[in-house]
C-alpha cells in the first residue's frame, strides 16, 4: 500500500517518495509530452446533473451526511432512486462539442479530462456492457446526432489539437456484480459481498470492468491518458484486485503503447503521475503529477455555485506550475448542456493572459527557488521566466530582486518586448522596471531572461 500525504483530513495522494517511475519507454516519453501540456479542462458531467447535487456520492449512505445534504426536497430513498432515474429525463438539446473544444482552444487549455463514468456507473459514451447509458433509448438524448457524447467530444477536442485524459470510476455501484441486489443494501462505497466467498461474482466484474476499459482505450482513438478514479478498490482492501496490470497490458500491447496511467492513490507502476485533489502541495515535486481542481466550489453542476476569477485562476496555474505540476480545471456543464456563464468568462480571461505569458507556462519545468512572496519562477532550456504577480490593483516595482543561479544574459518583459535594464551580483539579480508601461493582461507580469 502506498503512503498517502493528506492535506486538510480529506485530500489524500501519494507521497512523491513512493513514485514508481514507468519501465516502457513510450511511457516516459508521452508522460514528458503530458507534463509540457501545463493546461487540461476537466468536466463532471451525468444525468445526476438536473438535481444539482453532488456527483455520485449521495447514494452511499456511509460516506456520511455531507453527500446528502443538498437532498432536501423529499426522503433520502426517494432522492436516491429519483438520482438513479434522472437519466430517464436526461436531454441536453444545447450539447454543442466543437464550441466547447473551440473554446477550451481559446482559453489556453491543452488535453480534455473528461469523465466517462463516475463511482453511479452511469457511462457518457456507447457500451455494451450496460444499457445504463447516454445512448440508451431510456434517455431522451439518445436520438441526437451526438448522443455519443464521449466520442463527440474526443473528436472535436482532437480537431482542436488537444489531447485526450479519460476519467474512468473503478467501482461500479449500478453494476449488479459490484453492489450485488442480492446481498441487500450496500452500507458503503466498497463492494458489499464478500470476494472470498463469491469469487466467480468478483470476476464477473472484473471482467465488466476490464470490457468497459478495453472499449474506451480502443473505440475511440488515440487516448493519451487513463485517469482512474476510486482507489479504495484495490487488492489490499477486501481484495478488490480489478487485475489492472492484465489490461492496461493489454491496451498499451494492441493499442495505445504509450497510455499514461494514474491509477490514484494506489502507487506502483500504474500511477504514472499523482494527483492531489483541490490542493496544491506546498514545495516542488520532482515526479509528474497534476492537481486536479475546480473552477467553481465544486465538482458537480450547482444551481448555486460561484466562481473563481480570472485573477485567481492565473494565481492558481501559477503556484502549480511552478513547483512543477499541471492544473486540470473542472467546469460541470449545466443540465441543458451549456457551460455557466460565470466560468466561461474567468476561462476566457485566463485565457487571454495565456496568449500572453503561455510561452513561460507551456513546455516548462521546475526553476529554483520555484517562488517567494509574489514571485514564481519557471525555467525551459536557456530560459528562465519569472512572474511578478498584481493585486486587484496591479502596480510594478521599480525594481524587482530575483534569485537565479544562472547567469543571465538578456531580460525582456514578455507583454511588451522591451528589453529590461538588470544587474546581476552572483545569484543575486535585479531587474529595473521603469520603463516598462502598465497595459492589459494584469493579474501577473512576466519576464523572460536569456541564460548561458
Known amino acids: 500500500m502506498a503512503k498517502t500525504l493528506v492535506v486538510n483530513g480529506i485530500h489524500n495522494y501519494t507521497a512523491p517518495e513512493e513514485y514508481v517511475p514507468p519501465r516502457s519507454e513510450a511511457v516516459k516519453n508521452h508522460l514528458e509530452w503530458f507534463m509540457d501540456q501545463k493546461l487540461g479542462l476537466m468536466m463532471h458531467w451525468a444525468p445526476g446533473s438536473q438535481l444539482g447535487t453532488y456527483e455520485s456520492w449521495p447514494l452511499s449512505d456511509g460516506d456520511g451526511a455531507w453527500s446528502q445534504e443538498d437532498m432536501t426536497w423529499a426522503d433520502i430513498e426517494t432522492c436516491k432512486q429519483q438520482y438513479w432515474d434522472a437519466n430517464r429525463t436526461f436531454n441536453p438539446v444545447k450539447f454543442n462539442p466543437a464550441e466547447w473544444a473551440a473554446l477550451a482552444a481559446e482559453c489556453g487549455f491543452r488535453y480534455l479530462l473528461f469523465t466517462t463514468k463516475h463511482h453511479d456507473g452511469f457511462c457518457m459514451y456507447d457500451t455494451d456492457t ?34 485526450i485524459s479519460v476519467y474512468f470510476s473503478k467501482p461500479d455501484w449500478h453494476s449488479e456484480y459490484y453492489w450485488a441486489p442480492q446481498f441487500g443494501t450496500a452500507p458503503d462505497r466498497n463492494v458489499n459481498y464478500d470476494i472470498n466467498e463469491y469469487p466467480q461474482l468478483w470476476e464477473s466484474y472484473v471482467q465488466f470492468v476490464h470490457q468497459q476499459m478495453r472499449e474506451l ?34 491496451i498499451r500491447s494492441s493499442a495505445q503503447p504509450h497510455l499514461i496511467v494514474s491509477d490514484r492513490t494506489c502507487g506502483g507502476e500504474y500511477e504514472n503521475f499523482i494527483t492531489p485533489e483541490k490542493t496544491v502541495p506546498d514545495r516542488a515535486l520532482s515526479v509528474p503529477w497534476e ?162
Open 291 to 452: 492537481t486536479c481542481t475546480t473552477v467553481g466550489n465544486r465538482f458537480s453542476f450547482h444551481y448555486t455555485d460561484t466562481f473563481k476569477s480570472g485573477h485567481q485562476l492565473v494565481l492558481l496555474l501559477l503556484d502549480v506550475v511552478s513547483k512543477g505540476g499541471n492544473l486540470a480545471l473542472n467546469v460541470a456543464p449545466q443540465p441543458d448542456g451549456e457551460l455557466p456563464a460565470p466560468a466561461v468568462r474567468s476561462l476566457r480571461n485566463l485565457g487571454a493572459w495565456m496568449k500572453v505569458f503561455g510561452d513561460g507556462i507551456y513546455g516548462t519545468r521546475i526553476c529554483a527557488p520555484h517562488a517567494s512572496d509574489r514571485i514564481f519562477y519557471t525555467g525551459k532550456e536557456n530560459d528562465v521566466y519569472v512572474f511578478f504577480t498584481y493585486d486587484e490593483t496591479p502596480s510594478l516595482p521599480n525594481q524587482l530582486a530575483l534569485r537565479v543561479e544562472r547567469t543571465v544574459k538578456k531580460a525582456v518583459s514578455m507583454r511588451t518586448g522591451i528589453s529590461v535594464r538588470f544587474r546581476q551580483e552572483g545569484n543575486d539579480v535585479t531587474l529595473y522596471l521603469e520603463n516598462i508601461p502598465m497595459g492589459g493582461a494584469f493579474y501577473a507580469e512576466g519576464f523572460r531572461l536569456i541564460t548561458d
Open 130 to 163: 450496460t444499457h445504463y447509458k447516454i445512448t440508451d433509448e431510456s434517455c431522451p438524448f439518445h436520438t441526437h446526432k451526438d448522443a455519443d457524447i464521449t466520442g463527440a467530444l474526443f473528436r472535436e477536442f482532437r480537431k482542436q489539437g488537444l489531447g
Open 217 to 250: 482505450c480502443t473505440s475511440y482513438g488515440k487516448v493519451d491518458v487513463l485517469w482512474l478514479d476510486g482507489g479504495w478498490v484495490r487488492p489490499d482492501n477486501l481484495g478488490q484486485d480489478i487485475r489492472l496490470s492484465e489490461i492496461v497490458e493489454e
